[in-house]
């Protein structure tokens, strides 16, 4: 049976660079702080009347497919995981489709917050597995400026906007996403959301009033359970594969915090040396952390590496993949 191999990875964020110290004139905090407790040192925002995830997701895109000279047509299907999509509908992926000039194939988009990256790796590559599809894009996009309460400095300071692509096509020499595990638990649901905007809170004055169409987040309860939870399934998916530490080339983690991140990797016995880091960069961008990662360590990866990636998020949502990198 076909593996479902990665065969082209792009990246994009926008220009606007956010540093700690523009958001100690804005919020009382302090590049100190921000450093030693998330490991944060800028963030990429998106600015512009009009300008949603979608943009970002598009460059993304447009540019994998350039990279790898497929055309729009070549496509089968496009799935954009996203927790900032553009509108409530028409859905994201649908409208990066139209940007990019890729039409009358499925699109649709997968909310699983800062886990939708891992979901949606996983929901794209079933269609690989199953032979019905040759080239499915999954991009991940997020504009967390949208949603961030830039009056707030525990939640202000950790995101970021941004959006990396990759392109699923079949392999039968071994490679590719050869296991993958997706979790959730709505004990989290309160922790980490944004409460407004939906069904069960329509916008109104009051819900305006009350800065609800802002992420809220519990942090040392949010903290609590990625540490547990993302080191608990790297764990698993690594133990049900056979894999030790030293099998692992790289771990590439959602990049929430560098405290999370250094947990999860000393559980799994992997050094810092092959942790994927770059959350001093971007901040966390939600639903592009894991792909803006492997953009980012693009050349330094092998045909074999062995990767782990792994992720952590509201809901909460949570998963891990076993990944042989294909090229
Ligand atoms: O990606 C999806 C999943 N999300 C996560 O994985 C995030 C998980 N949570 C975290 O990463 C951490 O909880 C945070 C980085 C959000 C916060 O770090 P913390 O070590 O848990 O700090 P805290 O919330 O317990 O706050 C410690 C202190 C508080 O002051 P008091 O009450 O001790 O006086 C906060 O008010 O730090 C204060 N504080 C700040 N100080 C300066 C909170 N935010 C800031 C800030 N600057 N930006």
């Not at 990797?265 to 492997?294: D, F, K």
Request: proline share 3%; charged share 20%.
């Amino acid at each position: 049976m076909s593996k479902a191999a990665i065969t082209g990875i792009h990246g994009y964020v926008p220009d606007y660079v956010l540093t700690n110290a523009e958001l100690e004139r804005m919020v009382d905090t302090n590049d100190e702080w921000i450093t030693s407790r998330t490991g944060i040192k800028e963030r990429h925002i998106l600015k512009g009347e009009g300008m949603g995830s979608s943009h970002m997701g598009a460059k993304a895109v447009a540019g994998l497919l350039e990279k790898l000279n497929i055309k729009p047509q070549e496509v089968d299907l496009l799935i954009c995981a996203t927790t900032t999509p553009d509108y409530v509908f028409p859905c994201t992926a649908n409208l990066i489709c139209d940007m990019v000039g890729i039409r009358n194939v499925g699109s649709f988009d997968i909310q699983a917050a800062c886990s939708g990256f891992l979901y949606a790796l996983t929901v794209g590559s079933q269609f690989i597995e199953t032979g019905k599809y040759k080239k499915v894009v999954v991009v991940g996009a997020d504009k967390m400026s949208a949603i961030v309460d830039y009056t707030d400095r525990t939640t202000c300071v950790l995101f970021g906007d941004g959006a990396g692509a990759v392109m699923l096509e079949p392999n039968t020499d071994g490679f590719g996403i050869l296991d993958s595990i997706i979790k959730s638990d709505g004990i989290g649901q309160n922790h980490l959301f944004q409460k407004a905007g939906g069904s069960r809170y329509p916008p109104s004055h009051e819900t305006v009033e009350k800065r609800w169409h802002y992420v809220y987040q519990d942090g040392p309860s949010v903290f609590k359970f990625a540490v547990k939870n993302m080191a608990d399934v790297s764990a698993e998916i690594m133990e049900r594969n056979h894999l030790s530490g030293s099998d692992v080339a790289w771990l590439v983690p959602h990049q929430a915090n560098k405290r999370i991140i250094d947990a999860t990797a000393h559980r799994m016995g992997i050094e810092s040396e092959r942790v994927m880091m770059n959350i001093h960069r971007y901040g966390n961008t939600t639903a592009a952390t894991i792909p803006l990662c492997l953009f980012d360590y693009e050349s330094q990866l092998k045909k074999g590496d062995n990767l782990v990636l792994a992720a952590f998020g509201g809901g909460f949502t949570w998963g891990a993949a076993y990944v042989k990198w294909a090229y």
